[in-house]
């Protein structure tokens, strides 16, 4: 074989064998990100449940998105909660341990009296996923320990840090008794102090049966709500909790729940 067609046919080997490799480097990025553990969304759950609704809102019928709030409380959630109290509005928190319940107890337990939905939201907000089964267990009893000693009640909902969960941390939810909740609207509102963009990105990606994440911790957020929730009703939703938007299913130890 003439060295010119050696030199052709050794280029056009590589050229496939570079391709297959980027083929099979997809595939195995595809396999790596498959879902390991039990998930629904909350419509699929509420639909296959049967029975009435407690309560004033049945999300079968009615246009419903959850609010909810992840690393109180902390010194912005007073004037938050007067807000939803004002607009009679009921949310979900989940809240953290260390720094957060530890430190403002009494604004966790105005949450509670005031008749919001209380989630775990781990003790140190370390991802579950890089940790060992001892230490994720830990984060979730502490933090379910701390609420109960304020509230009175242990949590039946937790949110994982980054939304990182797997199969081994679902059988942890398991064992505590916690379902999982996912998100589906984030405004990054950890990233900006721009209360009209954060209005805007929770706007721009909120449609039926979503879950909105907002942050009431960060300065630019809480005076984003009121404007949020004008311009929710204004489109004819129904500002709901988790588990309203649930029912008639009940959270189920484990599950992740994702729009």
């Not at 341990?97 to 907000?125: C, F, Q, V």
């Not at 949020?228 to 130890?253: D, E, F």
């Amino acid at each position: 074989m003439p060295v010119n067609a050696r030199i052709r046919r050794s280029r056009t080997l590589f050229a496939v064998g570079t391709a297959v490799a980027a083929v099979l480097a997809v595939a195995v990025n595809l396999a790596l990100t498959v879902t390991t553990y039990d998930h629904t969304s909350p419509r699929a759950a509420r639909d296959k449940a049967s029975g009435s609704v407690g309560g004033n809102v049945d999300c079968r019928k009615a246009k419903c998105v959850a609010l909810t709030f992840d690393g109180g409380p902390s010194l912005t959630t007073p004037r938050l909660l007067d807000i939803l109290k004002q607009e009679d509005l009921h949310v979900t928190f989940f809240v953290q341990g260390k720094g957060h319940i530890a430190k403002y107890p009494e604004i966790l337990r105005r949450m509670s009296d005031e008749g919001h939905e209380i989630g775990n939201h781990t003790w140190t907000h370390k991802r579950l996923t890089d940790l060992g089964v001892a230490d994720a267990r830990r984060e979730l009893t502490r933090t379910q320990d701390a609420v109960e000693k304020v509230t009175g009640t242990r949590p039946v909902l937790m949110r994982p840090p980054e939304g990182r969960t797997n199969r081994e941390v679902s059988e942890i939810c398991r064992d505590l008794g916690l379902a999982q909740v996912l998100w589906s609207v984030t405004a990054k509102d950890y990233e900006t102090t721009d209360s009209a963009l954060i209005t805007k990105r929770v706007l721009d990606q909120t449609r039926r049966d979503g879950i909105i994440l907002l942050h009431d911790l960060h300065k630019g957020t809480v005076p984003a709500v009121p404007g949020i929730i004008r311009a929710l009703k204004q489109r004819g939703y129904t500002i709901v909790t988790v588990s309203q938007l649930l029912a008639p299913a009940k959270p189920q130890p484990g599950m992740a729940y994702r729009p």
